[in-house]
């Protein structure tokens, strides 16, 4: 079966502390994603990966940070976490090249990380 | 970005077809027509996807209009564990990295 694996389902951090996410994918995949689920706003990108050690900004960027050092790892980063990042963390991954638009994404369980 | 729009909700009775809507007035000619559920607590999972002919796998079908500017998801007998929030995204331009834009969905309610 393949897989998208989000290292945590829950996960409770405090103000100001550093906070990793981590994702891994066993597809061989190019593209990977982050997103963030808020009630009322829905799904939001925050940050992409098409090749190890890129990376682009989606939409709401501030505040985070991402690393992919290998192909199957995507990791996102809160520099100094904040309430306003409690959330629904979502990582995602695609075949890359032309084939995302005709190809299926996969998403992990998510991670579910409130910030005291 | 193209947009879509699809139903805040939608209801519907176990073991009976749901056809759920979605506009797409500006899609291009290069955009896939994707549709994405998520159940509860859970990432979303794909459906189905489709260009420009109707598409049949084993969860659903897809009918696309001839135009393109809207297409309808078919469940063919709802089951409880349909109960989700299903998306309708269009896989925008080419050269584009395959960004996943998602809308507010139409969340489905299946009654016993």
């Known amino acids: 079966d393949v897989k998208v694996t989000q290292s945590s389902r829950y996960l409770v951090k405090r103000t100001g502390e550093k906070v990793f996410l981590e994702c891994v994918q066993d597809?061989?995949?190019?593209?990977m994603f982050w997103y963030r689920q808020d009630p009322g706003l829905g799904l939001r990108l925050i940050y992409f990966?098409?090749?190890?050690?890129?990376?682009e900004k989606g939409d709401i960027p501030e505040g985070y940070s991402v690393s992919r050092e290998k192909k199957e790892r995507f990791s996102l980063i809160l520099e100094s976490a904040s309430t306003n990042q409690t959330s629904m963390y979502l990582c995602?991954?695609?075949?890359?090249?032309?084939?995302?638009?005709?190809?299926?994404?996969?998403f992990g369980q998510g991670t579910r990380l409130t910030v005291v | 970005d193209a947009k879509t729009t699809q139903p805040n909700s939608m209801e519907s009775n176990e073991e009976e077809p749901v056809h759920l809507p979605c506009n797409h007035s500006?899609?291009?000619?290069?955009?896939?027509i994707h549709w994405y559920r998520q159940l509860p607590s859970q990432g979303p999972e794909y459906v189905i996807h489709?260009?420009?002919s109707n598409v049949n796998n084993r969860m659903a079908s897809l009918a696309i209009a001839e135009d393109r500017k809207s297409s309808t998801l078919i469940l063919h007998r709802a089951t409880l564990r349909d109960a989700a929030v299903y998306y309708c995204?269009?896989?925008?331009?080419?050269?584009?990295?395959?960004?996943?834009?998602f809308g507010k969905g139409t969340k489905l309610s299946v009654k016993p």
């Open positions: 597809m061989d995949h190019e593209n």
């Open positions: 995602a991954s695609s075949l890359g090249g032309g084939a995302p638009k005709r190809t299926e994404a996969f």
């Open positions: 500006t899609i291009s000619g290069t955009d896939y």
């Open positions: 995204i269009l896989r925008d331009s080419w050269g584009s990295q395959g960004n996943l834009i």
């Open positions: 489709g260009l420009t």
């Open positions: 990966s098409y090749d190890v050690k890129m990376k």
